[in-house]
């Protein structure tokens, strides 16, 4: 493909050449777009998806998971490290890159820190170009990778400042989810996930975060952030000057925990759960308002058998969501509850300043070709059985949206083509 024709743009008609480079060569300006015009955005950077890679290939493969984001219209993956074994040393990144060799979207990574100083480690992989920061847990989501010691975690946010690289943060407090299980009187299950997982143990961990990040000097990026609550606290921090961000996601926007009730709660159990009605509510008022900073998928694919039928320390946590997210957020926009400008905002150009990927997030002449042509007109049914992901399911099964995604270009090659 060297060039994608009529489409809109920041409600201009254009025609976008792209050079053998892959990257956009020019942009001729046709006039004004009409509503019905293909809407051409740029592709989604999903700074939130969960590989599998290594250890998982029975819930995900590369395979799969390149066609799932194509599919979605994400042209970027960051994987997460809790992997098994996790990426907290080199020989698994390398491990983890091989495994993705053949993906037609090469991924970045976020490396993992862990409570045993693995310092060494990170600081050799953060100058790799394929290594975008440091992960860390909070809260025990990977058993592995906990970090609960203040002391630990402030260890991993100088280390952060020191290499100049951001600090991604699952924001739970592990001590407050251990006291909130010990005080069930009943055997905890799946329809008690949100009470476990508590509105305060997300508040607290991000106090604590915080504090602690403004202490460092580290920039710190917070991960799926599920309570108006905690959203409030880190745009308060915004306004004082600190330098952070946080992350929505589908989930957390569009369900709440009536879903965790009954037979296929076992569908809807992730980390940090869903929350109540009101605060479901609250937080999509924050994110209409474009007070959140991105929105990431939390892409976590299980298989169908592994979530129904199990006890609740059996039954994982996690759901699918890289092919979802962008179609979800479109039928936002053409329900006027978010403007293209903001959407893009989320998507593309906001990750794209985050990790500093100068070459992504906008429509420019210079800009990678990573491009997503949307039809206003059309449609998106969302079913278990259309769904790219090895997994084979989704949270949002049924649900119809408006608007559909035509085609994908990654790099300026044509990955994905409706149909």
Partial sequence: MRSLEKVAVQGRLVNIKIGRNGRIAGIDELGPAKPDS??????????HVHSRQPGGNHKEDWDHLWKAAVKGGVTTIVTMPNTSPPIVDLETLQLARELASSSLIKPLFWFGATAKDNSSAI?????EKDVVGIKMFMGSSTEA???EKPEDQLRVLRLGAKLRVPV?????????????????KDKPTVANHSKIRD?????????????????????????????????????????????????????????????LQGEQGGFYKMNPPLRNFEQVAGLLE???????????????????????????A???????????????????????????????????????????????????????????????GGETRITNQNIASKCGWTP?????????IVSTIVGGQLLYKEG
């Fill in 314 to 376: 059996g039954t994982p946590s996690g759901v699918p969501g890289i092919e979802t997210s962008l179609p979800l957020l479109i039928n936002q926009v053409l329900l006027s509850q978010l403007s293209w400008e903001c959407l893009v905002q989320y998507t593309s150009t906001r990750p794209a300043e985050i990790l500093n990927l100068r070459r992504k997030g906008q429509i420019a002449i210079g800009s990678d070709a990573d491009l997503v042509v949307i039809d206003p």
């Fill in 145 to 147: 990778m906990t970090i």
């Fill in 38 to 47: 293909p809407v051409a955005i740029p592709g989604m950077i999903d700074l």
């Fill in 168 to 184: 991604a943060i699952h924001a739970e407090t592990e001590a407050r989810i251990q006291a909130n299980l010990a005080a069930l």
């Fill in 286 to 312: 924050i994110f209409s308002n474009d007070q959140a900073d991105t929105v990431g998928s939390d892409h976590a694919p299980h298989t169908r058998e592994e979530k129904v039928g199990r006890d609740y």
């Fill in 199 to 259: 509105t305060r143990a997300e508040v607290t961990a991000v106090k604590q975060a915080l504090d602690l990040a403004k202490r460092a000097g580290c920039q710190v990026y917070f991960l799926h952030i599920s309570t108006p609550e905690a959203a409030e606290l880190i745009i308060r921090a915004q306004a004082n000057g600190q330098l952070v961000w946080f992350e929505v996601t589908s989930h957390h926007l569009f369900l709440d925990d009536d879903f």
């Fill in 396 to 404: 949002f099964d049924g649900l119809t949206t408006r608007g559909r």
């Fill in 123 to 127: 600081k050799l992989a953060c100058q």
